[in-house]
């Protein structure tokens, strides 16, 4: 059974190997730019940490803060022997109830579109709001990437 809880600092080496896991495939497509790590840099104190967890194993994690009323998700992975059981689902429901309760009207996150992540969290109820040139991505495969930012309304 797949449980979800705030990430303790005992999770650290865990939470790293999911992400390690769960980026590979991304890399691939893309890496974060220096104006990317540094805004990562800035952001990192006020980040909130989920973890889902199977048997007490971390599977999945994502990183979120709220601002403006918008839950900003950041960082969604799940280890790829896990995947395609809910967990993602759950961590984004999870995101749900607590933007509920800190009175937030949506989820909102930004993905590359070349990754194909886009189709991923369209499955997860949001919607593409803007795309643009990105500006914070590298990549060796593609000239030029796309900055897509979705929201999903809280209900």
Known sequence: MTEMRPAEPADAAAVQT??????VTLRETYRPNQAARANKA???AGLKRLVATIDGHVVGTVR???ENHKVR????????D?????VARKLMRFLESAGKD???YCLHLFTVKQTG???VFSRLGFRVIAERKDEFSESDTHHTLTDVEMEKQLG
């Open 18 to 23: 999911v992400d390690a896991a769960a980026t």
């Open 42 to 44: 800035r952001l990192a």
């Open 64 to 66: 979120y803060y709220v």
């Open 73 to 80: 998700v950041i960082g969604l992975g799940v280890h790829p």
């Open 82 to 86: 896990l995947r395609s059981r809910g």
């Open 102 to 104: 800190e009175k937030a």
């Open 117 to 119: 992540n886009v189709e």
